[in-house]
C-alpha cells in the first residue's frame, strides 16, 4: 500500500506537447504501449498501516527525512532493530515491520507527538511560499531542469560511485531547503555501483546486488492512470522505450529512466543496469539515452524549464535534442543553436583533457541515428560540433559539443577554473586565455546532510536556532569561538568513539558471516585505538589521488603510527572502478600493509565505503588527509564534510584545498613543485612526514591537565569559522542561481 499522492504531484494535462516537435514519437503514443507495472513492483504489499499514522509510507518515499534528524527519529523509534537491519532504509522497513509494532505505534501517545510534529513541519517545508528563491527572485516564472548520470541522496539508493554524485545529490537537497524549482534528471541503474569485497589477499572483489524496488524510495512516476506512457529514443535504427521513475527529495522531483521494460530487446533492458560500465559502446548508449529521453521524458510530464544544467558532459545529448526541438519547429540553425545556448548551462569537473568523454566517430554515426538529418544539417557541420584542432578527427568529444551549445559554462574551483580555461583555449584560439569564457563555482556540501546531528545541536546552542538559514553568512560563524573547549572536545571523542564501534561491529559481522581468516580481522579496523590521532584517507581509489603516498616511507611512517605516547591511525576506505586494474593495485599495497602486525593494527582498511560510511568518517576522525596530484583535483569536496565537524584538513594545496586553506585552519602539503611525477611524490610525502611528526602531533598531544588539547581546538574551530560558509552547498547553490540560472538583467 503507498499512501496517497500529494495532488500537486499528480499530472492531469498533457498541456506543452508539441504535435510538431515530435512527430515520430508522441501522436503514435495511442498504440505504444503503456507501462505495465514493473515486474517487482507490488503497490499492495507490506502490512497495512493504521489509519492515524497512515502518512508513513508517505514520509518514508521522501528523502527529505534523510536531512531531517526528526524525521530519521520517526523511523528510529518505529522499531530500531528494524531501522538498523534495513540500512536506514524506511521503505524497506515499513514492508518488513509487524502489524502489531505499527499497532502499538499507533497508540503510543510519545510517538505519535513525534509523528505529528514531524508531520507539521514536513508540510510546512514542502508548501511553503516563502522561500530564499520567492524572496529573492519575487514573480520569476522559470524553472530549472538539471540533468547528471549520477546521483547520491542515500544509501538506499545506491546510484552514484563518488564525488560526481554527491555534488548532485546535494544540489537537489540544498534546492529543495531554498525553494529553488528544479527538477532533476538521471538513470535508475538496477544494479546501481557494486559493492566492494577485499578478499584474503587484499584484492578488491565486486559485488552487483540487484535493488529491490520495493524496497527503496522510489515509486513508478505517476501518471493520470498510475502508469504511463514509455519515452521512446532511437538508437541505432531501433526504437527504446524508458520507463521513469520518480524519487522524492523534498519539494524536488527526481525523475530517473530505466530501460528495463518489457518492450525492449533483451539487450537494451540491460542498458541501464550498471553506473559506468567501462564498454565505450554501451556508455555511448546510456549518454544519448539519458539525454534525449530525459528531455522527453520531462516534456511528457508536462514541465517545461527555462535553464537546462548540464552536470558533466554525460548530459551532452540534452543540448542536441533541445536544438532538433527547435529545427522542427523551422528555426534556423544559427537561431536555434543561439536559442538552445541561451538557456543551458554546463559544468565541467575534468582537469585533463583525456579524462573527458570522447568517443570514435564511427560510434557517433552508428549510434545518433543520424541526428544530423533530423537537424536538417550536413553530417560534416555535425561532427564539428564535437571536434576541435588538437582533437584525432576521427573522434568526438561531447565536453566540447557542451561548451559549444552553453553559453555558461563554468569549473568546479577557482584554480580549476584557470586549468579548465587552459584545456579549451583551444575552442577559442583568438581571445587570451584568461578571456575563455568558462567561469568557476566552487562546489559546496550539504550541511545538514552532513555535519553530525550534535554537531548541529551544538551550532545551534552557540550560532543561534536558525543557523542554518544563515550558513554561508561569514560573520554568523564568528561565535563559533564562544563553545567552550571542554564541550567541543567532549563531542569528538564522542563522535570519534562512534566511528570506531561502527568499524569494529562491521569487521564483527564480516567475521561472523563469512568466516574470514584472522588476519584480515586486525586489517578491518579492529584495533583502533580511540584515544589515538586519527586520520582518514577516503575516497575513490584511482592513481592521481595518490593514496600509496603516506606509505612512501613504510620504516619512516612506522616510527609515527606507533610512537607508544604519541600513536598516530589511518583509516583507508575506497572503490576502484572494477576495470581499473592499477588502482586495484592500490588497494592492495594499502590492505598488505594493513594486515602487517609490525604495523600494530594501527592502518585499517574499511571494505565498501559508500555514502552511510562517509557520513560516519567525515564526522568521526581528527585529520582529514588528501593528497591529489597538483591541478588534478578539480574540487574535492570530502575535506569540506570533514571541516563541518571540527575535522582538520591536511591537504596538498589543489581544488578547493587552493581557496580553502588560510594558514591557520589546518595544513597544506606543499611539496616543492617538480616537473617529474616521482619528484613531486617524493617532496611531498616529505612534507607530510615532516609536517606530522613536527607540528600536527605535538599539537595534537599538547593537552592541559583535563586532557584537552587547546590548541588543536583552536585550529579545528577555526576550520569550522572559515570553512563552513564558504563551502556550503548553499553558498554554492545561490552562486548558481544568480549568476548562472538566472543571471540579473540577462532573462
Ligand atoms: C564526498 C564523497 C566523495 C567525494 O570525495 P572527494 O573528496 O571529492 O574525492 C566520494 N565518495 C563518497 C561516498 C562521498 O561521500
Not at 363 to 374: K, P
Not at 567 to 592: C, W
Not at 630 to 640: I, K
Not at 663 to 692: M, T
Amino acid at each position: 500500500m503507498v499512501g496517497p499522492l500529494p495532488s500537486s504531484h499528480i499530472i492531469t494535462r498533457h498541456t506543452v506537447i508539441h504535435r510538431e516537435l515530435y512527430p515520430d514519437i508522441y501522436w503514435k503514443r495511442k498504440q505504444l504501449p503503456l507501462y505495465p507495472r514493473p515486474p517487482n513492483y507490488d503497490a499492495d504489499s507490506g502490512p497495512a498501516i493504521p489509519k492515524r499514522i497512515a502518512r508513513l509510507y508517505e514520509l518514508a518515499n521522501n528523502l527529505w527525512w534523510s536531512w531531517h534528524e526528526d524525521g530519521r527519529q520517526v523511523f528510529r523509534s518505529l522499531d530500531y532493530a528494524q531501522w538498523r537491519a534495513s540500512g536506514h532504509n524506511p521503505v524497506k522497513q515499513l514492508r518488513e515491520m509487524s502489524p502489531e509494532r505499527l499497532e502499538t505505534a499507533g497508540r503510543d501517545p510519545s510517538f505519535l507527538e513525534l509523528y505529528d510534529s514531524v508531520l507539521m513541519k514536513f508540510d510546512a517545508e514542502l508548501s511553503s511560499q516563502d522561500t530564499w528563491f520567492t524572496q529573492t527572485n519575487p514573480g520569476l516564472p522559470g524553472s530549472i531542469a538539471y540533468f547528471s548520470a549520477e546521483f547520491a541522496i542515500h544509501n538506499s539508493l545506491p546510484i552514484y560511485a563518488g564525488g560526481l554524485g554527491v555534488l548532485a545529490g546535494d544540489i537537489c537537497k540544498e534546492a529543495s531547503d531554498l525553494g529553488l524549482p528544479l527538477a532533476a534528471v538521471g538513470f535508475m541503474y538496477p544494479q546501481g555501483y557494486f559493492r566492494q569485497r577485499i578478499s584474503a589477499e587484499g584484492w578488491q572483489e565486486e559485488v552487483y546486488e540487484q535493488l529491490s524496488f520495493t524496497g527503496a524510495p522510489i515509486s513508478p512516476c505517476p501518471w493520470p492512470q498510475g502508469c504511463g506512457p514509455l519515452v521512446s529514443v532511437r538508437l541505432a535504427g531501433r526504437e527504446i522505450f524508458l520507463s521513469v521513475w520518480l524519487v522524492r527529495i523534498g519539494r524536488v522531483n527526481l525523475y530517473l529512466l530505466d530501460t528495463n521494460v518489457e518492450a525492449n530487446a533483451q539487450a537494451d533492458r540491460s542498458l541501464s543496469a550498471r553506473l559506468y560500465t567501462p564498454d565505450p559502446d554501451e556508455r555511448l548508449r546510456q549518454i544519448i539515452v539519458l539525454g534525449i529521453g530525459g528531455v522527453r521524458a520531462l516534456r511528457l510530464l508536462g514541465i517545461s524549464p527555462s535553464v537546462w544544467h548540464g552536470n558533466e558532459d554525460h548530459t551532452a545529448f540534452m543540448m542536441l535534442e533541445r536544438l532538433r526541438e527547435e529545427m522542427v519547429k523551422g528555426t534556423p540553425f544559427r537561431r536555434a543553436i543561439d536559442t538552445v545556448r541561451g538557456s543551458t548551462i554546463f559544468t565541467t569537473h575534468t582537469p585533463v583533457a583525456a579524462g573527458h568523454n570522447i568517443f570514435p566517430v564511427g560510434l557517433m554515426e552508428r549510434y545518433s541515428d543520424n541526428l544530423w538529418e533530423s537537424l536538417g544539417i550536413a553530417k560534416e557541420d555535425f561532427l564539428q560540433l564535437g571536434q576541435h584542432d588538437g582533437l584525432s578527427p576521427d573522434r568526438f568529444s561531447l565536453a566540447a559539443l557542451a561548451l559549444r551549445l552553453a553559453a555558461r559554462s563554468n569549473a568546479v574551483s577557482q584554480l580549476h577554473g584557470r586549468v579548465t580555461r587552459k584545456i579549451w583555449h583551444v575552442l577559442w584560439p583568438r581571445r587570451k586565455e584568461d578571456d575563455v569564457p568558462i567561469t568557476h563555482v566552487t562546489n559546496g556540501v550539504h550541511m545538514p546532510t552532513w555535519q553530525a546531528p550534535e554537531f548541529q545541536g551544538l551550532c545551534q546552542k552557540y550560532l543561534g536556532k536558525g543557523y542554518l538559514d544563515k550558513q554561508d553568512d561569514p560573520e554568523f560563524w564568528r561565535c563559533i569561538v564562544d563553545i567552550p573547549d571542554e564541550e567541543f572536545w567532549q563531542l569528538r571523542q564522542l563522535l570519534k568513539t562512534r566511528l570506531i564501534r561502527t568499524v569494529q561491529e562491521r569487521a564483527r559481522q564480516r567475521w561472523v558471516r563469512d568466516q574470514l581468516p584472522s588476519q584480515q580481522v586486525p586489517a578491518m579496523g579492529t584495533l583502533l585505538d580511540p584515544y589515538a590521532l586519527t586520520i582518514a584517507f577516503a575516497r575513490r581509489f584511482t592513481e592521481y589521488k595518490r593514496p600509496e603516498l603516506i606509505l612512501s616511507d613504510v620504516e619512516r611512517l612506522k616510527k609515527i603510527l606507533t610512537n607508544p605516547l604519541r600513536p598516530v591511525q589511518i583509516i583507508f576506505a575506497g572503490k576502484s572502478h572494477p576495470a581499473d586494474y592499477l588502482s586495484k593495485r592500490l588497494i592492495n599495497r594499502v590492505y598488505v600493509l594493513a594486515m602487517d602486525r609490525s604495523l600494530q593494527g594501527r592502518i585499517a582498511f574499511v571494505e565498501d565505503y559508500d555514502m552511510h560510511f562517509s557520513r560516519e568518517l567525515v564526522r568521526g576522525v581528527d585529520l582529514w588527509l588528501n593528497t591529489p596530484r597538483r591541478l588534478q583535483e578539480a574540487c574535492g569536496t570530502s575535506g569540506m564534510k570533514a571541516s563541518m565537524n571540527g575535522v582538520v584538513n591536511l591537504s596538498v594545496r589543489d581544488g578547493w584545498w587552493d581557496e580553502g586553506y588560510n594558514g591557520a585552519n589546518g595544513w597544506a602539503i606543499d611539496g616543492a613543485a617538480a616537473s617529474r611525477p616521482e619528484d613531486e611524490d617524493r617532496a611531498d610525502a616529505g612534507a607530510i612526514y615532516s609536517l606530522l611528526e613536527n607540528q600536527i602531533t605535538p599539537l595534537y598531544y599538547d593537552r592541559d591537565r583535563m586532557g584537552i588539547p587547546h590548541g588543536w581546538i583552536k585550529v579545528a574551530k577555526e576550520a569550522i569559522r572559515s570553512i563552513s560558509p564558504a563551502f556550503s552547498a548553499s553558498r554554492m547553490l545561490k552562486e548558481y542561481t544568480q549568476r548562472l540560472y538566472f543571471p540579473q538583467g540577462k532573462e
